[in-house]
């Protein structure tokens, strides 16, 4: 046995663990306190540039430093801010989408700042607003909407002779012109798990999946019109003119590459991530107003979005309401949200500064854009979310899924998805009626 | 070696051979796949064939080394100390405690040994939830010590300490030692821990390679990208790359990256392995 | 800094050889000092662990107040929790899709680890060290690492398999499709699990008296004839061991369909019962579900290993006799 060799190899493993041990003792614990006289605060959120937002902040904010952190987005998100608001280490502020608010207000991890806010209210439209004020109290600010839209390839649809379409039949029918002359081409896909998707296509169709009314709930997701929408899709996937697989995976941007996925219907904010994965298409590619379910009704809903909240646990409540309102509602904060994180803000004067810009880098051609999104969001409806919107979330995309699979009614996930949302929320306790 | 003294003089048998070789291929594949992957730039990945190498190497290293401050060598330093210092507590908090185990008959010994032994037998998995509950309770859930005091407990290095200890540990040494006056702390560690110090490496390269490989427990754990391990780490890039998708190739080149000093470390270690000490017979 | 082997202290020992009472007492104290630490460790990572998730399991959050949203406060809802996991359609069916996942992944991993350690053990084979150290390889290979790779080289865009079944006119293998989903990921783990696993049970083969194989020989066995009947027999340990930790890790199933599951939607949310624990507890905010169907499931796991244990054992009783 070569006990020296491996002594050494003991005692360097000792030398290791001792050496790294002190390197958690320093880290452990958020610098939450203040330091001489400076409040800090920390601030979690995943979009593209919000450090530099931050240290935009910091510069001109002597008093208050931001701290800010990129715990993920997504799905990750709100599981990542709720569990650290259990373990009594969330941040200050974080960045929360809107579909997931209002289980932060239900588990109590959000702070009201209904005061706090109520200066900066006129510099939204009603319907941005809205997002975030439940019952008169307000509990996040707007930081960028998704009024939705229709990505096309202007190349490939001027090609064909087809025009940006106006109603959701016209785009059927353009989808099935396009197919017969070249089968290889795909309109669309409609990913199963894109469910809020849906949710806003049937609200633009008229149906809120949530709605309060004093302290009841009314759930519509199985409504006549999202019946209807769903079974639009239906036929257009029976007639293989748009595909269900999920969107940009690899599969997918290798096909947005090619050119031969044709369209997104998304919202605004489309353009900066086909441009991320696909940037030798940009010129090829234009954005239209989403096509309507009536020709006379150009109402649309928000697809995404974004607001910041302020968590219930943090000791500098006021000062995180500012970092907030400076971020969001002020001009300088909206327009780095317009220029640096490629958003479409929620503020109005961020909204009215996109007007003068340039088109974004994936269709430098289309120099109406900006004037396109503006006329899109001045009709706009806004959305209602409930407090269960994962429970929604998951029913939904796997009875998709399984519809599919078995070719069965995809109207019918309405029902399996409603059921399970409204007994998810009786046994909650909360008062329901079902729409 | 002395198994294969003979076999210079053996016919090659060409079958079995092949069969060897195509098991050597079936697990080099993907290794080797990752690898031509990584030095695919973004717009190549999804484009090319994909055995055909591609001309971003150098660029792709540099996007991930930048990406979000520099997260990635953070990640990688987070691993190293959970699964360094958590291996190497943990191999002697299992030594002690198979040192004990084995050569010492006391009251409760038996009982605390069968909940080790029922303990192997839980999944650590399921202990995931419970544990993040209570150490969210201790305001502990999202700090390093989150992932790291729990890796420290392992029912089966253990086991496996008291099984060398028992099979390597004379003992009429120890009563040698102790009629020569030593103290139990100081025979301890005079006289047991060199001679378990074979086995304590096997138990510390297991460890260190669950403890690096292990996903669940720091997903669930920590929210800080500061204080994520590797694995959770090119998790939170993939899962990002639906909003971000450049961010597919950086997790390509972080994953090609991510097994070369593991892979590095066991190959080496291998010989030191007592790998007879989980497939039955130990001798000492 | 001390160092537990390096530093040996010269001073000799104070008291001669009788050992005083106060010494006697200290040695009948060690043993619980030296386990001290994992005892301690083992209560508060292991045992109080479950004991919290037990009680949790038996209290539940209900709405309380007014407004539309309302807080929430606990309350005892005696086994309310566990008549919901035993009758939620998300866990029974994660269960018998691990099941069918675990039947593909066990039997395949310890199969060819054996094969590959008895391939190993033959005189005659050549490039041995190589084919040992190629296959072991992959251990090094974090889960989520493999996961990522393998997903990857299933999806269609980038596969290279798909891409020679392509151009041979045959179409794209569907791995990620419903009815290749279940081989797929059990391919993760076989690529995972196999070489560790042949190393085990390698080491044990080397531990076998060689006059017991060249006395075989001698009486004309062959190669395949003495690794069925001496060799396989004389490692049962090493399978018995090998089998339940496969098992064990096919149960612990997590990290590889969350891996996938953005590129297919044959995943559901819920595709594995830990992907339904996890989503409970994390993302509906429903702790006392995700800690009954923690308990329900560690129960089951213990049963499951103890179950296969037992029947290994009454087995090699009768082949005993």
């Known amino acids: ?435 | 070696m002395s198994g294969i003294a003979g076999e210079r003089r053996e016919r090659t048998k060409i079958f079995p051979t092949l069969v060897l070789l195509a098991g050597a291929a079936y697990c080099l594949t993907p290794v080797a796949w990752v690898f031509v992957a990584a030095s695919k730039a973004p717009g190549e990945l999804f484009n090319s064939f994909t055995f055909a190498p591609g001309t971003g190497l150098l660029d792709n290293l540099a996007r991930l080394f930048s990406h979000d401050d520099g997260a990635y060598g953070l990640w990688a330093l987070n691993s190293l100390l959970y699964a360094g210092v958590g291996g190497a507590l943990s191999t002697l908090v299992s030594a002690s405690a198979g040192y004990a185990l084995a050569k010492f008959d006391f009251r409760g010994g038996r009982i605390f040994f069968a909940t080790i032994i029922a303990g192997l037998l839980i999944p650590g998995i399921t202990l995931a939830v419970p544990q993040y509950l209570l150490l969210s309770d201790l305001q502990l859930a999202g700090t390093q010590w989150s992932v790291l005091l729990p890796s420290i407990v392992s029912p089966f290095g253990i086991y496996l300490c008291r099984v060398y200890a028992a099979a390597t540990i004379p003992a009429e040494m120890l009563e040698a030692a102790r009629i020569d006056g030593a103290g139990e702390w100081r025979i301890f560690r005079a006289v047991v821990l060199p001679l378990m110090v074979p086995g304590m490496v096997t138990v510390f390269l297991l460890q260190f390679v669950g403890i690096w490989n292990n996903f669940l427990l720091p997903y669930i754990m920590l929210s800080d990208t500061r204080t994520f391990p590797l694995t959770v780490g090119l998790n939170s890039l993939l899962e990002r790359g639906s909003g971000a998708p450049s961010l597919y190739s950086l997790a390509i080149v972080g994953a090609a990256l991510a097994i070369v000093p593991l892979t590095a470390l066991v190959l080496f270690l291998q010989r030191f392995w007592r790998l007879d000490l989980i497939a039955g017979g130990v001798k000492g | 800094m001390p160092n537990p082997v390096a530093a040996e202290p010269a001073t000799p020992p104070a008291t001669e050889g009788v050992p005083s009472p106060r010494r006697r007492r200290r040695r009948a104290l060690a043993p619980y000092l030296f386990s001290a630490p994992a005892m301690l460790l083992y209560l508060l990572f292991t045992v109080i662990p479950i004991g919290y998730a037990l009680v949790t399991s038996f209290f539940a959050q209900r709405r309380v107040g007014g407004g539309p949203l309302g807080t929430r406060s606990t309350v005892f809802v005696w086994f309310d929790n566990y008549a919901g996991v035993l009758d939620d359609p998300r866990l029974i069916g994660g269960l018998g899709r691990l099941a069918l996942y675990g039947i593909i992944a066990v039997p395949f991993t310890l199969g060819l680890a054996l094969l590959f350690a008895l391939l190993l053990d033959t005189p005659g084979v050549k490039l041995r060290r190589f084919g040992r150290t190629a296959i072991f390889l992959p251990y090094a290979v974090p889960g989520v690492v493999a996961a990522l790779m393998w997903g990857f080289m299933y999806l269609a865009g980038t596969s290279p398999f798909s891409h020679v079944t392509r151009s041979l006119g045959w179409g794209d293998i569907p791995f990620l499709e419903p009815g290749g989903i279940y081989p797929s990921l059990a391919n993760i783990s076989i690529w995972g699990g196999t070489g560790f696993n042949m190393l085990i049970i390698y080491t044990a083969l080397r531990g076998i008296p060689p006059q017991l194989i060249e006395a075989a020989r001698l009486d004309g066995a062959g190669e395949v004839q003495i690794a069925l009947r001496i060799k396989v027999p004389m490692v049962g340990p090493a399978l018995i061991l090998t089998s339940i930790f496969g098992l064990l890790g096919a149960l612990q199933l997590y990290g590889e369909p969350l891996m996938l599951k953005p590129l297919t939607n044959t995943i559901s949310t819920t595709w594995a019962p830990l992907m339904a624990i996890y989503q409970d507890a994390f993302v509906l905010d429903n702790l006392h579900d995700a800690a009954a169907a923690s308990i329900v499931l560690a129960v089951g796991t213990a049963l499951v290993s103890t179950a296969v244990l037992a029947t290994v054992r009454i087995a090699m009783k009768r082949r005993l006799r």
């Open chain 1, 1 to 435: 046995m070569r006990t020296g060799k491996s002594r050494k190899l003991l005692a360097a493993a000792v030398v290791t663990a001792v050496t790294t041990l002190l390197v958690p003792a320093c880290s452990a614990g958020g610098p939450t306190a203040q330091d001489g006289g400076k409040v800090t605060l920390r601030y979690w959120a995943w979009a593209p540039g919000s450090a530099e937002e931050v240290k935009e902040f910091n510069r001109t904010h002597p008093d208050i430093k931001v701290v800010h952190t990129d715990a993920g987005g997504g799905d990750q998100s709100s599981a990542k801010l709720l569990a650290a608001h259990r373990a009594g280490n969330a941040p200050d502020l974080a960045l929360v989408e809107n579909p997931s608010l209002p289980r932060m207000i239900v588990a109590g991890a959000v702070a009201d700042i209904t005061d706090r806010v109520a200066e900066v209210k006129k510099e939204y439209a009603p319907g941005s607003w809205a997002q975030t004020t439940f019952n008169g109290r307000t509990y996040a600010l707007p930081q960028d909407v998704g009024p939705m839209a229709l990505l096309y390839r202007k190349d490939v649809f001027d090609k064909y002779g087809v025009e940006a379409p106006l109603t959701w039949d016209d785009y059927r029918e353009a989808a099935a012109a396009i197919k017969k002359r070249d089968p290889d081409l795909t309109m669309a896909s409609l990913s199963t798990d894109n469910w809020d998707w849906f949710a806003a296509v049937a609200a633009q169709a008229g149906d809120d999946w949530w709605s309060i009314d004093g302290d009841r709930w009314t759930v519509g997701i199985d409504g006549e019109n999202s019946r209807k929408v769903m079974e639009f899709f239906q036929g257009m996937y029976e007639d293989g003119l748009v595909a269900t697989d999920p969107i940009l995976t690899p599969t997918y941007n290798q096909k947005l590459n090619d050119g031969t996925m044709l369209s997104w219907p998304s919202a605004v904010w489309a353009p900066g991530v086909v441009h991320g994965v696909a940037p030798k298409t940009a010129g090829k590619w234009a954005l239209a107003p989403l096509p309507r379910w009536d020709e006379d009704d150009p109402t649309v809903s928000f697809q995404g979005g974004s607001s910041v909240a302020v968590t219930a646990g943090s000791e500098h409540p006021e000062e995180a309401a500012e970092f907030a309102k400076w971020l969001n509602a002020s001009d300088k904060g909206a327009k780095m949200i317009l220029n640096v994180q490629n958003a479409y803000p929620a503020a109005l004067s961020g909204q009215k500064a996109a007007i003068a810009q340039k088109p974004p880098a994936l269709m430098p051609q289309q120099s109406d854009y900006y004037e396109t999104v503006a006329g899109i969001a001045r009709d706009t409806r806004p959305v209602t979310w409930g407090p269960n919107t994962d429970v929604a979330a998951s029913a939904f995309t796997d009875a998709l899924n399984d519809a599919i699979r078995n070719g069965t009614s995809w109207a019918d996930v309405l029902t399996v998805t409603e059921k399970a949302v409204v007994a998810d929320l009786k046994k909650q306790e909360f008062e329901v009626d079902e729409g």
